[in-house]
């Protein structure tokens, strides 16, 4: 079972960046493929990006690609997601998974295995 920690959320200006970090402990992390959603309020949790256990692939939502890029470092247990040229819309909050299940990258029920979360706020 493999434990996992979002960090590196804040609050930053519209065209600003972040980088999340997703740290994992546990057995297995660089066996698994792994995503990132996002939920704003009074919205569902949708798909961001996705990346193959041995970082070879990876999948990004049309409202990120070119701004996002989602990468691993299987030797540090770590996912992270670098934010470029953030959009008021981009405020979430912003949740790593394990993709345990199988199904398409972007399906939010091939993950089984959830961080708790960290807030992005992307004022404007």
């Known amino acids: 079972q493999v434990q996992l920690v979002e960090s590196g959320g804040g609050l930053v200006q519209a065209g600003g960046s972040l980088r999340l970090s997703c740290a994992a402990s546990?057995?297995?992390?660089?066996?698994?493929?792994m995503g990132w959603f996002r939920q704003a309020p009074g919205k569902e949790r949708e798909f961001v990006a996705a990346i193959t256990w041995n970082g070879g692939g990876a999948y990004y939502a049309d409202s990120v690609k070119g701004r996002f890029t989602i990468s691993r470092d299987n030797a540090k247990n770590t996912m992270y997601l670098q934010m470029s040229s953030l959009k008021p819309e981009d405020t979430a909050v912003y949740y790593c998974?394990?993709?345990?299940?199988?199904?398409?990258?972007?399906?939010?029920?091939?993950?089984?295995?959830w961080g708790q979360g960290t807030q992005v706020t992307v004022s404007s």
């Open positions: 546990g057995r297995g992390f660089s066996s698994y493929d």
């Open positions: 998974a394990v993709q345990g299940r199988s199904g398409r990258y972007n399906n939010l029920r091939a993950y089984n295995n």
